[in-house]
């Protein structure tokens, strides 16, 4: 099985640069994802990291270290529409497709 | 873009009902998941289909039941609705390349009391 572990809650200042860690233990390793839900929305994906290192998306950035089993999501330049849930989630490599395991979720607020 | 749409956004119901939630995506994606939210826990997976017909339980399937006889349709079933499956439960499919992509829908809110 999985588990993981993110943050409750980051409160941050428009135009600052707030890291969502997520550490993971799995029994094997696929690939991290990560999805930001706004209240009463959707989940949508933003990034996966299968390899080590650093993916940039625009403001967003994602990064993985399969030694530490440990991964982050940086959002730089923050927004007031950044506010929102972002969660992390893992596919154990022994885990079929339908298995990624999500973590509870970072509350992020973004403060004027 | 892909969409997901779901039957309700809110519904109340009664302890003991039988409860149908509905699920329906456009793009053709051979797997389909239900998951409940609940704070604090974040999203646990209840079954998911990978073709029409072929289920697979996940991590919490007691007290529901799931169904795919189409493509592009996933059902929940709740045969006998109690207070704890009171939720918001979300429905999403994935498909093509992207394995590890979902497309969620937007929810639905169930209280039962």
């Known amino acids: 099985g999985q588990s993981l572990e993110q943050p409750s809650e980051v409160t941050a200042v428009e135009g600052a640069i707030v890291q969502i860690n997520c550490t993971y233990q799995t029994s094997g390793f696929y690939g991290l994802s990560w999805y930001q839900q706004h209240d009463g929305g959707a989940p949508t994906f933003l990034s996966y990291n299968a390899l080590d290192g650093l993916e940039e998306t625009g403001r967003f950035s994602s990064f993985l270290s399969r030694s530490d089993s440990y991964g982050y999501l940086l959002l730089q330049e923050l927004q007031m529409k950044d506010s929102a849930s972002y969660f992390c989630?893992?596919?154990?490599?022994?885990?079929?497709?339908?298995?990624?395991?999500f973590g509870a979720g970072t509350q992020v607020v973004v403060t004027p | 873009d892909v969409k997901v749409t779901q039957s309700s956004r809110y519904l109340v119901k009664r302890t003991g009902e039988k409860v149908f939630l509905e699920c329906v995506q456009d793009?053709?994606?051979?797997?389909m998941f239900w998951y409940r939210q609940d704070p604090g826990l974040g999203l646990r997976l209840i079954y998911f289909s990978y073709d029409v017909k072929m289920k697979e339980k996940g991590d919490i399937p007691e007290g529901y039941s799931v169904s795919r006889e189409k493509k592009e349709r996933f059902s929940l079933i709740l045969e006998s609705a109690s207070t704890n499956q009171t939720s918001m439960y979300l429905c999403?499919?994935?498909?093509?390349?992207?394995?590890?992509?979902?497309?969620f829908g937007p929810g639905t809110r169930l209280t039962v009391t």
């Open positions: 989630a893992v596919k154990g490599r022994t885990d079929s497709w339908g298995k990624f395991q």
């Open positions: 793009m053709d994606h051979e797997n």
């Open positions: 999403a499919s994935r498909g093509g390349r992207a394995l590890y992509e979902q497309y």
